[in-house]
């Protein structure tokens, strides 16, 4: 309650007493256009603060990929970069081819010989120039590595018959191909796992933009992984060689074919080895890159198939099965696309896992 104390001494002296408050501060009343104002200039500013922001990004995208840019070299100054990145020249006039030692699609591949030093020479046709070109292209653009085989020196001569033929001069490996490496032996445990981490890293640097001061590489997709593309050196590893049918891998579409058929980019490699989206004919173009990486890793799996096939470690008191390469018990050696397609794609076959496997896994 309230309390008020009397102050005078008189009857009924407080009779007429009247409260007398403060009169109250008077209240500003804001304008109602005037919040509206506030209003809109918050919004203003607010909006304001995030175009900044976003210019802000933008520009700090676009300068990331001018400097990204800068280290990569247009398609167009590729024999540039090739000029840049060539081995150091051989004098050739003492080449000697020694002895056949393989047939491919594109080439002859032979043991020469050149001052004493042990090559191998892949011989080209004229007809198939276009190959040379590439996988002499793609050596050069990826620089030196321990799993990829490695690049000595190319030429054009006139051969015995007075036709024009292209030479690409590589490293001699004597175990020869994974496949016949595989063939002519087993292997234990850590010998199989040597053989497939080195062929891994190998892809694996294939797939890999690198950047190296001011010589780039791109990534680039092989194409045509298989066992006989694959070398074995003296210490049980391996280095990825055969790239006549690569391609280098520059975003989502792919470099140079912007009016090309589709099925020329996909279809390529050997039979045996194609993924089933590249035989049904459903290779996302649309990310051109990561399709073609898919199908290098799909071939890849197929190699550690075979080279674990040939693990004895594996197979304990038994006989470890003669090489095979994938799919070969149910296509045979030279399979069809037809085959492929109906053995992968509709009937989605795999390469089975023997009993032994299940047994000690």
């Avoid at 292209?166 to 490496?181: A, H, I, Q, W």
């Amino acid at each position: 309650g309230t309390y008020r104390f009397c102050c005078c001494k008189k009857d009924m002296c407080n009779l007429n007493f009247t409260e007398d408050f403060p009169p109250p501060s008077p209240t500003t009343v804001q304008p109602l256009h005037s919040r509206h104002l506030y209003r809109e200039e918050a919004i203003v500013a607010a909006l304001a603060t995030v175009f900044m922001v976003a210019v802000l990004v933008i520009l700090l995208f676009f300068g990331y990929r001018v400097l990204r840019g800068r280290g990569k070299h247009s398609l167009h100054t590729l024999d540039i970069m090739e000029t840049a990145l060539s081995p150091p020249s051989l004098d050739l006039d003492n080449l000697v081819l020694l002895e056949l030692i393989g047939r491919g699609r594109y080439g002859t591949v032979y043991r020469g010989s050149l001052e004493d030093r042990s090559l191998a020479v892949k011989v080209f046709v004229s007809a198939n120039r276009q190959q040379f070109t590439n996988e002499r292209m793609i050596y050069r653009l990826l620089l030196d590595h321990e799993n990829v085989a490695r690049f000595l020196e190319s030429e054009e001569r006139v051969g015995t018959e007075g036709r024009t033929e292209f030479l690409l001069l590589l490293e001699f490996y004597p175990y020869g191909s994974l496949c016949t490496y595989l063939c002519g032996r087993t292997v234990d445990w850590l010998s199989c796992c040597r053989l497939a981490l080195s062929v891994t890293r190998g892809l694996a640097y294939l797939h890999t933009e690198i950047q190296r001061g001011d010589v780039y590489k791109p990534a680039v997709s092989h194409r045509d992984l298989n066992s006989r593309n694959v070398l074995v050196k003296t210490d049980g590893s391996c280095v990825i060689s055969d790239f006549g049918l690569s391609m280098i891998l520059t975003g989502k579409r792919p470099p140079g074919h912007g009016e090309e058929d589709n099925s020329a980019i996909s279809e390529v490699g050997t039979v045996r080895y194609m993924a089933p989206e590249v035989l049904e004919g459903a290779v996302n173009l649309r990310d051109c890159e990561s399709a073609l990486k898919q199908v290098d890793v799909y071939a890849l799996g197929l190699l550690y198939w075979e080279t674990f096939m040939r693990c004895a470690d594996l197979f304990p008191g038994e006989t470890v099965p003669a090489f095979q390469m994938a799919f070969q018990a149910e296509v045979g050696n030279h399979p069809t696309i037809e085959d492929m397609q109906a053995l992968v794609s509709r009937e989605k076959e795999r390469p089975k896992f023997p009993e032994a496997w299940k047994e000690n896994s």
